[in-house]
């Protein structure tokens, strides 16, 4: 079956880049999401990245795919304070004969001053 | 704000009573998804709506669960005869179906005592 799998904590200094990164089963997903969820709060939607790029760039957000290791990386330069959150990566997923969103277990990115 | 909203926000039931969740999506969504989150885990999958009709109930969704959108605009989730481990946050999020992006709602968090 699908699978989407996190790294399930990371800890980085301010000012410096995050990487948070992603391996799925399934390449059947036309787009690849990253999702920020702060405590008691409801998913964001960060950024996407159509299956046949193989990097995204927008803003302090880089997203990378590379499609023959199944694996999505999401790099946030400069990190800041505010960047502390959980993140979700997630693609919309064959599972059992139908298509569905399917959301890793989430990497806890803690941001240290 | 026109984004996704819930109400309640908060549900402190007892066992065996049933409680009822509301989403107002993002007007001209047409797609209208049900998940469940518990603590440490990724949104699970619980139901997807595609205008008015339900397309699709995740093997979570259990007889006691029940989901209406009609009209096609706001959606209700139902739980009837809740138990501890219904316990959980429930978010909605609606999407305009372009590029199966979702936009969340707080999410519904739900203690069963």
């Known amino acids: ?19 948070i990164n992603c391996t799925y089963t399934d390449s059947s997903s036309t787009y690849l ?15 996407y990245i159509f299956s046949n790029m193989d990097m995204k760039q927008d803003q302090r957000l880089t997203v990378l795919l590379n499609k023959k290791d199944k694996h999505l990386s999401l790099r946030i330069a400069d990190t800041q304070t505010g960047d502390s959150a959980i993140y979700f990566c997630a693609g919309f997923l064959p599972t059992s004969g139908t298509y569905k ?7 806890r990115l803690k941001v240290l001053a | 704000d026109t984004g996704v909203s819930q109400d309640p926000r908060h549900k402190i039931t007892k066992r065996g009573q049933n409680v009822t969740f ?11 998804y049900w998940y469940r989150q518990t603590l440490g885990q990724g949104p699970e999958f ?3 709506f ?17 989901a209406e959108r009609p009209k096609g605009s706001f959606s209700t989730l139902e739980i ?19 590029r199966n992006e979702q936009f969340f709602g707080p999410g519904t968090r ?4």
Request: proline share 3%; aromatic share 10%; glycine share 8%.
């Open chain 1, 1 to 19: 079956g699908e699978d989407v799998e996190q790294s399930l904590f990371l800890s980085v200094r301010e000012g410096d880049s995050s990487v």
């Open chain 2, 22 to 32: 509301r989403c107002d999506p993002i007007s001209e969504h047409n797609r209208l």
């Open chain 2, 46 to 48: 619980l139901t997807y």
């Open chain 1, 33 to 47: 999401y990253w999702y920020k969820q702060e405590p008691g709060a409801g998913l964001q939607l960060l950024t």
């Open chain 1, 101 to 107: 969103y399917i959301f890793g277990t989430g990497t």
């Open chain 2, 50 to 66: 595609q205008n008015e009709a339900q397309l699709e109930k995740s093997r979570l969704l259990s007889d006691r669960f029940s």
């Open chain 2, 80 to 98: 009837q005869r809740t138990e501890q481990g219904d316990s959980a946050m429930y978010l909605c999020a609606s999407s305009p179906g372009v």
């Open chain 2, 110 to 113: 739900l203690t069963v005592l």
